[in-house]
């Protein structure tokens, strides 16, 4: 992913293009690529922006944004004034939550899996058995709702 994102700042810092162009570039190319193994892998915060950290470095003078622009405000929703950019690590957060809402709800494998796990992780704080059955889990496995 490092390697990806040093060519992709590479490509950037070396051609000329335009505000459009350099967004759209990223937002459906490098953006993507970064994106997609990411529910596979477990990235600390820190590891996440040291992949992101050339990407933003040649994007933001290309869009026309200060390079040293707050990562608060790169990071930060448009509707809070911010360039609307997910990190990568909220995002592989997010992609985790939805695999285990949506697998313990469909019953698959890895849903009674993540059920087990969390069974024994419980046992081993000192909680006691524990049944997802008779847990607020069961609720999201029987919600009609949830048909992701």
């Not at 000329?16 to 190319?29: C, G, N, Q, Y």
């Not at 993540?114 to 029987?142: D, I, M, Q, W």
Request: proline fraction near 5%; aromatic fraction near 12%.
């Amino acid at each position: 992913m490092c390697n990806a994102a040093d060519l992709w700042a590479d490509q950037m810092r070396t051609g000329k293009v335009s505000r459009v162009d350099a967004w759209l570039s990223f937002s459906s190319t490098i953006y993507r690529t970064l994106v997609y193994p990411l529910p596979a892998l477990n990235l600390t915060k820190e590891q996440c922006y040291y992949i992101v950290k050339p990407i933003l470095t040649y994007l933001l003078p290309a869009i026309g944004v200060c390079r040293n622009f707050s990562r608060k405000l790169v990071f930060c929703p448009l509707k809070f004034l911010g360039l609307g950019i997910k990190h990568l690590h909220t995002v592989q957060e997010i992609a985790w939550i939805k695999s285990l809402i949506s697998h313990v709800h469909k019953d698959t494998l890895t849903g009674r899996l993540y059920c087990t796990s969390l069974e024994a992780f419980l046992v081993e704080l000192g909680l006691g058995f524990f049944s997802y059955s008779n847990y607020p889990l069961n609720k999201l496995r029987n919600a009609p709702h949830l048909l992701l």
